[in-house]
């Protein structure tokens, strides 16, 4: 039997795969930081009701998401969510459009490994029907996404920077949007 040997083009890519793939698993460990930090948490619920404070305990009120995100009809959002936040440090913080991600597609991540976060983020059911560029741009430019890094006093800051954030998004996406085993 005749030995055939792999060409060294094949051995490199492999090797480059592989370097890609880490490089994607790395990037994605900045996302989750972020995502699992009180910021993100507190709306990315599973069922309906908001977390809130750094310790992510239920919002007082009872206040539930509503159809579309923005509360019911008895009680929305924006009745306490003003356009900026309140300076009285654990006052009710604020953005224009206060709102948590609609019913239809609630981008719940709250107690997820990081496999199945991963899985979440990558599939437009479960992500606001988003593509993988759709994302970067989300977290680019939504105003309550960027409050995160702006929230009022007496509220902890992401991991990472904003700009750090985004830019681990993109190597991730780059990287062909690894999962964790």
Excluded: Y
């Amino acid at each position: 039997m005749k030995r055939r040997f792999l060409p060294i083009a094949f051995c490199t890519c492999a090797l480059f795969a592989q370097e890609q793939r880490q490089a994607g698993l790395q990037a994605f460990r900045s996302v989750a930081s972020v995502l699992n930090s009180p910021r993100c948490l507190n709306c990315h619920v599973p069922g309906d009701n908001p977390l809130q404070g750094d310790d992510n305990h239920t919002h007082s009120m009872k206040v539930a998401r509503g159809t579309d995100g923005k509360g019911t009809p008895a009680m929305q959002c924006v009745a306490c969510h003003q356009d900026s936040n309140v300076t009285t440090p654990h006052a009710p913080p604020g953005v224009s459009g206060w709102r948590m991600p609609g019913a239809e597609s609630p981008m719940a991540w709250v107690g997820l490994p990081a496999s199945k976060l991963c899985r979440v983020l990558k599939d437009p059911a479960t992500n606001g029907n988003r593509s993988l560029a759709d994302l970067v741009e989300h977290v680019r430019t939504d105003k309550i996404v960027n409050w995160a890094w702006a929230p009022g006093p007496g509220r902890t800051l992401p991991p990472i920077s904003h700009t750090a954030f985004v830019d681990a998004v993109k190597a991730w996406i780059d990287a062909g949007a690894p999962c964790p085993e």
